[in-house]
């Protein structure tokens, strides 16, 4: 979407003519050192809209709204009259001058608030200024308590133990509490001389619980726009996104500081090389949307391929500072921002931060340990590379041509125009596309009659897909094996196999090189089918496959191959002629390439004639550095095969995707945001006026290009930057409270909102920072431990109120005074979001598998894989048990969205979503009531209470009590029954999940 916005900027028209975009930037350019703020010639401003409109004193307006032809300001600019031209040097050029004219033309629209004169400092706003300590000792409750007492309004009282039980639950695991739970802590509340340490004791273990880092993870996954698909047209699914996500619920439950937090993610593999986190952590900067078309197959040269790049960097730079400081930078790209203190050239800046920086999977290993020998390792391996290169530079240069040819040679490209080594387009069989990696598919040649084999030979293909090259579709696992039985359910020899658990390593790709297996022994193998089965796919790019150019089948050592025009069938293939087709596995045709023994003996070529033209002690310092190599890549080697995470890295590209291999792309200022109109160079930097306001440094220390991102990182959490601390408080505030102290969480600037309580703000912000060490958990605990949290969601009431009002439960003077319970006089009653009413269904139904981590489930079956994939989720069965998990880790698609969570308003994962919608419709009762899910675990829930139930009353009792975390009144439980005996209780079952009361916190 912002790529079309973008296009459409360049290329059409702007239809009305906006004075703040379009307008004031030619005043400011060309008029305000005349007639400004400083300097009023002729007694005539244009920075202010009374004075720009009424004229000088004793003048007619200068302009005159909707009509320019008679506005005295066309004629001065457009030199009508060159006695009083304006101004006397620059002119404005006719574009200019045509824009002042629609303009006012078009009725000298000047928007209210936006003179010069009121927005001279625009760093006179309250988040701009340095965090405030309060006068004396306080508490959250003191400051609600001062704004309610000057308003004449009084807290409502305590909310009851199950109404407390429920909301805790709710905001800190999402999850509803069991009866047993709630009837345990009702009991000790009411039995309990301090029913203040029960409720704490409460909190605390809620905090401790791993259900915490789920619920919480889900917030902040919002912010970030997580998803596990790129967007944009071709949706391609990222099947390694997950480990962020990972990420963020172990980081949240280890109540990991909140600097570290925010380091990690801009910067956690250089200031914490070797640790999981360090890597993991970099999916922040991957986040979101990302168009594959406009990376992968279209050259950075291209108009679209920078456009493309551009916009991932801007996406780099508001999840950094709109997540972390909740500024608006974006909207200094084609100007400075209009209202804050920021430049176009602090947002340009703020992109180079980012420039080294491209999306891809990344290794890493699950553990400390083992990360930390990997990364070593790979320091050594990279410093001893660069070290020998810079030895044989000038070495190849006295080598001259002679080692170009051989490296020709050794690179197979010799006298080829070409690289790719498919001598003809027929490059082989190739499976339907998945998803996922552990899928079986299989292949099979029919010889015609039972022969004896000795020998079979699989060639792998090449393909330029993706610059995957030799080796393409090459299974990871894989078995062979020969039967007459066309089925392989009879009478099967395996004549090899690597694909269980007593073989621990996956089969490398052998590139271009035939893999050549011998059925063994005298008595060898004989049947009519030969099957290749793989049980592992290779990866693709986003996806796997199983491809092989040909298979050869001997009957001896040396004998020709008997599968030469045999018949092939296979469990599905792309037939796409003549490059893919089941017939190209035994049409002779396969790559041709060099053998490893010629390529090996050109090596050794070479290096012998690099050697010749090098001194004894070059020679000397060449071997040993070339032994350490060997060494490091041996231990490389031993390691296990690392996982991979979807992350912002360094990254060389693939195809006509050209990363950056480490060296920052130059980034230049852009010209009212065009990517054709480049201005001057910028450099790496923060947002400039922050510095002086808040006493920050942007200090850039070492040449590495993750030096950049360790400066903005640390500028970030630097303690003085008050955006930052007063940022995370308020949006842990809104999440317990569901408004803000800022009602806008992602917008701290002059177009956002103001805080309600700013000392309480500040408050918070101090504390967090200082007394908590940046500790959530301690943040969590302190709101949820004041009375103003602890409250009813219900004002107070009196007796004039019942009489009076037609809302006897709304407090009049609170309803009239504070209408949107803005000074907190009551708790907010708040609606369950999408993945708690999922996950309640499931909790209540028996079926929530609790089991964390890991790659995501997925509730749809994607059509059309290998183009651009349909995310069918009408197709998936809800009694599938893999889905059957918490819904955080649930694999989130950006361009088809789950049509049940998107009815119940769950977050958009392109866009970056600080607070989610809370919305009432008739859409989700009519999800609530015929969703598939919700009617498959209708069927679980009554099937739960029946086993745990003697008799009807009893389970429909215990099913209203599991849904509702109280028993039911009588008037409540006796038309329940006697609808489960009419409908059964299924279907009383699906009534329960569908009461108001299942859907909201209290």
Not at 229 to 253: C, E, F, Q, T
Not at 344 to 350: K, P, V
């Amino acid at each position: 979407m912002r790529l079309l916005c973008l296009i459409a900027l360049l290329s059409s028209p702007v239809l009305a003519v906006d004075f703040v975009r379009d307008v004031r930037p030619i005043f400011e350019k060309h008029c305000y050192e005349c007639h400004g703020a400083e300097k009023q010639k002729n007694d005539y401003r244009l920075d202010i809209k009374s004075a720009a409109l009424t004229g000088g004193e004793d003048h007619a307006p200068n302009i005159v709204p909707g009509k320019s032809a008679d506005s005295p300001l066309i004629h001065f600019i457009s030199g009508k009259d060159p006695q009083i031209s304006m101004p006397p040097k620059t002119k404005l050029s006719p574009a200019e001058i045509e824009t002042i004219q629609h303009w006012i033309d078009e009725g000298a629209l000047w928007p209210e608030g936006i003179d010069t004169a009121k927005l001279e400092d625009k760093t006179d706003w309250w988040s701009f200024k340095p965090l405030k300590p309060a006068q004396d000792a306080v508490t959250i409750d003191s400051f609600i308590l001062e704004k309610l007492t000057e308003k004449g309004l009084k807290p409502a009282p305590e909310a009851d133990a199950r109404t407390l039980i429920r909301r805790l639950y709710f905001d800190l695991t999402g999850l509803p509490p069991s009866p047993e739970e709630v009837t345990r802590f009702v009991q000790e509340m009411q039995q309990s001389h301090e029913p203040h340490q029960t409720y704490e004791k409460l909190v605390e273990s809620l905090l401790a619980s791993p259900r915490y880092g789920e619920r919480w993870a889900r917030h902040w996954l919002d912010l970030v726009h997580y998803g596990e698909s790129h967007g944009y047209d071709k949706d391609k699914p990222r099947l390694n996104a997950w480990p962020y996500r990972d990420y963020v619920i172990r980081a949240l439950n280890s109540d990991k500081p909140y600097a570290r937090f925010i380091e990690e993610q801009i910067a956690g593999d250089a200031m914490y090389p070797g640790t999981t986190d360090g890597v993991t952590a970099l999916g922040f900067i991957s986040a979101g949307p990302w168009d594959l078309i406009g990376h992968m197959e279209v050259p950075e040269s291209k108009l679209d391929g920078k456009i493309a790049r551009h916009l991932d960097r801007d996406d780099m730079v508001q999840n950094a500072l709109g997540t972390f400081c909740s500024l608006t930078v974006q909207c200094a790209q084609c100007h400075n921002h209009k209202f804050d203190p920021i430049s176009q050239e602090d947002y340009y800046s703020l992109q180079a931060v980012f420039a080294a920086l491209d999306r891809n999977d990344t290794s890493y290993y699950a553990d400390d340990v083992t990360m930390q020998r990997f990364t070593a390792l790979e320091k050594q391996r990279i410093s001893l590379t660069a070290a020998i290169t810079a030895l044989e530079e000038p070495l190849k240069a006295k080598a001259g041509e002679s080692y170009a040819a051989l490296t020709k040679r050794i690179e197979g490209a010799a006298e080829a125009k070409s690289t790719n080594p498919n001598a003809k387009p027929d490059f082989g069989y190739h499976s339907a596309i998945s998803p996922t990696q552990d899928v079986t598919k299989w292949v099979q040649v029919d010889l015609g009659q039972s022969s004896e084999i000795e020998k079979i030979v699989l060639k792998p293909c090449y393909d330029d897909f993706g610059g995957i090259g030799g080796g393409f579709g090459f299974p990871v696992r894989f078995k062979i094996e020969v039967s007459n039985d066309p089925e392989f359910k009879n009478d099967v020899s395996l004549v090899w196999r690597k694909h269980d658990l007593t073989f621990m390593n996956d089969f490398a790709s052998p590139g271009l090189r035939p893999f050549e297996t011998s059925t063994g022994g005298d008595d060898g193998v004989k049947g009519r089918y030969v099957r290749v089965t793989a049980v592992k796919l290779a990866p693709r790019k986003g996806d796997y496959i199983f491809a092989l150019a040909e298979m050869e089948v001997c009957a001896t050592k040396d004998g020709p191959n008997i599968a030469a025009g045999c018949g092939v069938t296979s469990l599905d293939s792309i037939e796409a002629p003549p490059r893919w087709r089941k017939t190209n596995l035994t049409d002779g045709i396969a790559p041709e390439a060099r053998s490893q023994e010629e390529k090996s003996q050109l090596i050794a070529e070479r290096d012998a004639l690099l050697k010749s033209v090098a001194d004894e002690k070059t020679q000397q310092r060449l071997f040993g550095l070339k032994s350490q190599l060997q060494s490091v890549q041996d231990g490389l080697a031993k390691l296990p095969l690392p996982q991979k995470v979807y992350a912002g890295i360094v990254h060389t590209g693939t195809g006509n995707f050209k990363g950056t291999s480490g060296t920052p792309r130059t980034i230049h200022l852009l010209k009212r945001g065009d990517i054709k109109q480049p201005a001057q160079e910028v450099q790496p930097h923060s947002v400039t006026a922050l510095d002086s306001l808040f006493h920050l440094n942007f200090t850039i220390t070492g040449t590495d290009e993750s030096a950049r991102r360790v400066a903005l990182a640390k500028w970030i959490t630097d303690k003085n930057n008050a955006l930052t601390w007063r940022s995370i408080v308020n949006r842990v505030w809104q999440h317990h409270f569901g408004r803000g102290l800022v009602e806008t969480a992602n917008d701290f600037g002059r177009m956002g909102g103001q805080p309600i309580h700013p000392e309480l703000l500040d408050f918070l912000a101090l504390t967090f920072r200082d007394d908590f060490h940046g500790s959530l958990k301690k943040l969590h605990k302190l709101i949820l431990m004041s009375a103003t949290y602890r409250r009813t969601s219900f004002p107070t009431r009196s007796p004039n109120d019942l009489k009076n009002s037609s809302y006897p439960h709304l407090s009049r003077a609170a309803s009239i005074i504070d209408s949107n319970n803005l000074l907190l006089s009551h708790q907010n009653r708040r609606k369950l979001d999408a993945e708690s009413v999922r996950d309640s269904i499931l909790a209540v139904s028996g079926t929530l598998d609790l089991t964390m981590g890991g790659p995501s489930f997925q509730d749809f079956v994607i059509d059309k894989p290998q183009h651009s994939p349909h995310y069918e989720y009408h197709l998936h069965d809800p009694e599938d048990p893999k889905s059957h998990r918490r819904s955080i880790y649930r694999f989130i698609i950006r361009s088809q969205q789950q049509p049940f969570m998107t009815v119940m308003d769950c977050a958009d994962p392109s866009m970056r979503v600080d607070k989610r919608n809370e919305s009432l419709s008739p859409l989700q009762a009519l999800a609530m009531m015929n969703n598939g899910l919700t009617v498959a675990m209708a069927r679980h829930f009554a099937a739960r209470v029946a086993k745990e139930a003697p008799d009807l009353e009893s389970q429909t009792r215990l099913a209203f009590t599991l849904a509702l975390s109280r028993e039911p009144a009588a008037d409540e439980l006796a038309p329940l029954i006697d609808y489960a005996r009419r409908e059964g209780l299924e279907n009383a079952c699906r009534v329960l999940l569908n009461l108001n009361e299942f859907s909201f916190v209290d």
